[in-house]
């Protein structure tokens, strides 16, 4: 069955802190994962999307990391601000339209 | 360059009647998408548009949930009964043409769905 599990489901951490998002994922065939941003009351937005070849990728403050060997994936961010209060979903592709959803993970910041 | 919106962003009704959500996609985009996300869940996928054509409606729920994309612009999602377990999130989201790589996806605001 195609799953993508995501941890912590929920996180707090101080303004200016580093944290470190986890996501496994059992879906087959792989196209591509991506991180959403998504802010309370607001839709998903796209952060990274990672192709099976790609190991990291960047946006920001944000990094991805994919290892497609053990199907593991994981979103840091660097110096984190209040703004980045939200959830983080982990997402994965098994084709060109079909997205498979992680249930989140709550992040939040506190000054 | 507008989004994609949605309406309304929050709808109230009682279980049996009828609501209808609309989504606008962004400008040119031949790719429509519908996905729900009930209390406590991950969000799910109903169905995708490929202009006015239905290219993939697995993940619709049951006969309650009706899809419409008449001229490939708009899309309209009507629920008829609705029920209880109905309640949630619904998103739409619009890319541009099938087949690029990465297909990025652009989201609504979604409409709060309550049913009492």
């Not at chain 1, 110096?79 to 989140?104: E, M, P, R, T």
């Not at chain 2, 990025?104 to 409409?111: D, I, K, M, S, V």
């Amino acid at each position: 069955k195609n799953q993508v599990e995501q941890s912590p489901q929920s996180l707090i951490i101080l303004e200016g802190k580093n944290c470190t998002l986890q996501c496994n994922y059992t879906v087959s065939p792989f196209s591509n994962l991506r991180w959403y941003k998504q802010d309370t009351g607001r839709g998903p937005v796209s952060l990274t999307i990672m192709t099976f070849s790609e190991n990291t990728k960047s946006n920001g403050r944000y990094t991805a990391t994919l290892d497609a060997d053990t199907k593991q994936s994981s979103l840091h961010i660097t110096a984190s601000q209040l703004s980045d209060s939200a959830s983080y979903i982990c997402v994965v592709s098994s084709s060109n339209y079909q997205l498979i959803w992680g249930a989140g993970t709550k992040l939040i910041i506190k000054p | 360059e507008a989004g994609v919106t949605q309406f309304p962003s929050h709808s109230v009704i009682e279980k049996g009647q009828t609501v209808t959500l609309r989504c606008d996609p962004i400008s040119g985009h031949d790719n429509l998408y519908w996905y729900r996300r009930v209390m406590g869940k991950e969000i799910k996928f109903l169905l995708h548009f490929v202009k006015e054509s239905k290219q993939d409606e697995s993940g619709m729920p049951n006969n309650r949930f009706l899809a419409e994309r008449t001229g490939g612009t708009y899309s309209t999602l009507k629920v008829q009964p609705a029920e209880l377990e109905d309640s949630g999130v619904y998103f739409c989201a619009s890319s541009q043409v099938a087949g690029a790589s990465y297909n990025e996806q652009f989201f609504g605001p979604g409409t709060r769905l309550t049913v009492l």
